[in-house]
């Protein structure tokens, strides 16, 4: 079973702004990360929080974590059109697997 | 560095039709490795996983099957293919800091 659900499901923004994703899950967890993926290809690892970690950074990308709403968000600031794909969040719990959600089309317009 | 491989990138199979599809890694040893199907529109399902060579794991009963003969080759088969099987595949390592590096994969069509 699924354990992240993403939200919204398809988001789209003009180059410039920013876009936030959403992911919920439902058990507990040691770590969270979010994948990108271009159409057809495989999965890119952008960034790991860990469950003792509130937020992270890595470039143009801010996560946070809020363990006690098992929630998580994803902010790209001033997006640019190359950040067009789908994002995925993932899980991992106490039996060290990943579980992904369905993840997120993103679409930015030029 | 790291490079993972996945090969065929493009499969067209007939339903009844035998499957291999490999992956190997370089620049790494006695990784885990992973196999996971996404349909169309979907997320990741993992479908095998392996920690060791001749090591492993089933998540979901299917008509698929993997084997890992050496320690950076993991294979994906069937002896027949349905119609369901078809998806995208990809192969994926990680060395125990739960960060996964995704292969290519392959779009597997079953007609």
């Known amino acids: 079973s699924q354990q992240g659900e993403e939200d919204p499901q398809a988001l789209s923004i003009q180059e410039g702004e920013n876009a936030t994703m959403n992911c919920s899950y439902k058990?507990?967890?040691?770590?969270l990360q979010w994948y990108r993926q271009n159409s057809g290809r495989g999965l890119v690892h952008l960034i790991l929080i860990r469950s003792n970690e509130r937020e992270k950074h890595s470039g143009r990308l801010r996560v946070t974590l809020d363990t006690s709403k098992k929630s998580s968000s994803l902010l790209i600031t001033a997006s640019r059109a190359a950040d067009t794909a789908s994002y995925f969040c993932a899980t991992t719990g106490a039996n060290s697997k990943l579980t992904f959600g369905k993840g997120i089309t993103l679409s930015v317009r030029p | 560095s790291q490079t993972i491989h996945q090969w065929p990138a493009t499969l067209v199979q007939p339903v009844g039709s035998p499957l291999s599809l490999e992956c190997t890694v370089e620049?790494?040893?006695?990784?885990?490795l992973y196999w996971y199907r996404q349909a169309a529109g979907r997320g990741l399902q993992l479908l095998f996983y392996?920690?060791?060579?001749?090591?492993i794991s089933s998540e979901v009963p299917q008509n698929l099957s993997a084997s890992r003969p050496q320690d950076r080759q993991f294979i994906l088969s069937s002896k027949k293919l349905l119609l369901s099987d078809s998806g995208f595949y990809l192969c994926a390592w990680e060395l125990g800091a739960d960060t996964q590096y995704f292969g290519p994969g392959t779009r597997l069509t079953v007609l």
């Open positions: 058990t507990s967890i040691n770590n």
């Open positions: 392996s920690v060791g060579i001749g090591q």
């Open positions: 620049g790494t040893s006695n990784p885990n």
